[in-house]
């Protein structure tokens, strides 16, 4: 084996090494995160029956933007 293949070869391994160790500390952080309990915006305000529909007043609020209110009529 020359020189040059020996230097070619400790190369690849460390390079391999180098990526296993990356996934495995990636895996590592991957697992340590918990998942974050979400906080609806919506809000149900009012609920009414109408000819055999059901409707909700939904108010929605975002801390950016200003409240929205909206109709959702099902039948």
Same mark, same amino acid.
């Not at 697992?31 to 979400?38: F, H, M, N």
């Given at each position: 084996m020359t020189y040059f293949e020996e230097q070619k070869l400790i190369l690849c391994g460390a390079l391999i090494g180098v990526a296993f160790t990356l996934v495995g500390f990636y895996m590592v952080k991957a $697992? &340590?995160? $918990?998942?974050? &309990?979400s906080k609806s915006n919506f809000e149900v305000v009012d609920t009414y029956s109408y000819e055999n529909r059901t409707c909700s007043v939904i108010r929605? !609020?975002?801390? @950016? !933007? !200003?409240?929205?209110? @909206?109709l959702i009529v099902k039948r």
């Amino acid at each position: 084996m020359t020189y040059f293949e020996e230097q070619k070869l400790i190369l690849c391994g460390a390079l391999i090494g180098v990526a296993f160790t990356l996934v495995g500390f990636y895996m590592v952080k991957a $697992q &340590a995160l $918990q998942p974050v &309990a979400s906080k609806s915006n919506f809000e149900v305000v009012d609920t009414y029956s109408y000819e055999n529909r059901t409707c909700s007043v939904i108010r929605y !609020t975002n801390p @950016s !933007t !200003t409240g929205s209110i @909206s109709l959702i009529v099902k039948r």
